[in-house]
Every structure is written in C-alpha cells, then in structure tokens.
C-alpha cells in the first residue's frame, strides 16, 4: 500500500494532472448535467484506495471543486460506484434524480401530526371541564 498524499507531490503527477486539465476544460460531471464549469480538479475515477491506476488518462476525469468533493465523500468514502453519481441532484423540474428517494413516497414535507395539534385542543378545552384529578376523586366518593 503507498502512502497517502505522496503521489500529488511528484513531478509525474503534476505533470498529468496539467494534460488532463488541459485535455478536458470543463468539468465531466457538470457537462453531463447541461452546464459549462472549468474544472479545476483530476479526480481517479477508480480510487488509488480500490486499486486504481495514478497516471492512465483512462482513469482521470476533470472535475470541478464541487463535484469533485462530493465524489470523494459521497463516493469514494462510502465505497459506493462513481457510476450511481447520475442518481444524485435533481432534475430540472426539481424533482430528485434517485427513484428511492423519499421524494418519491408521497409523504408531504414539514407534515407532522401530533404536538402542536394536541396542544391547541388541550387549550380549547371549555374552562370549567372536570381534570383526570377530579374524576379520580369523584369515584372515590
Ligand atoms: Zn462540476
């Protein structure tokens, strides 16, 4: 196993990181949704960690700040497939790319039943209503 962070400070890396960049100006990721953003990462599509190759222009893709961040935590971290990254984000009506997203439930949002419900009927109660206490004592009696 290399050491991680070693392979960024050699002169071979920067030197394919510049071709990659220069090869491919706008992000992959970015492009793919419609949109022009200048990359300004190389990111390994494999990850050196799964066995990845450092310098085959096979496994590079630009990417921007943005993309590349949420593949590495999203991703890479996570051992998930860079290939599922088409079920992250929204589409343009706003609805979300992943059909198991709880979108897709038909539960409405910032819907909670209960809590402030019980608490208006509690207040509405006619003053005057006998309490659990008083009932109590009444059957005593
Ligand atoms: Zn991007």
């Known amino acids: 196993m290399k050491k991680k962070g070693r392979l960024y400070d050699t002169a071979r890396w920067k030197r394919v ?6 090869r491919e100006l706008f992000c992959r990721s970015c492009a793919e949704e419609g949109r022009d953003e200048l990359a300004t990462q190389v990111d390994h599509i494999v990850p050196l960690e799964r ?3 450092p310098f085959d222009p096979e496994n590079l893709q630009s990417l921007c700040a943005t993309h590349h ?13 860079w290939s599922e990254h088409a079920l992250v984000g929204c589409f343009e009506d706003g609805s979300p790319r992943d059909p198991d997203h709880p979108w897709y439930s038909g539960t409405p949002e910032g819907e909670h039943p209960g809590g402030e419900m019980n608490q208006t009927e509690r207040e509405a109660q006619p003053p005057g209503a006998p309490s659990a206490a008083d009932l109590i004592s009444r059957a005593d009696r």
Request: aromatic share 4%; no cysteine; charged share 35%.
């Open 17 to 22: 990181r510049r071709r990659q960049l220069a």
């Open 69 to 81: 961040s949420m593949k590495t935590n999203l991703f890479d971290k996570n051992g998930r497939d």
């Open 51 to 53: 066995g990845g190759a």
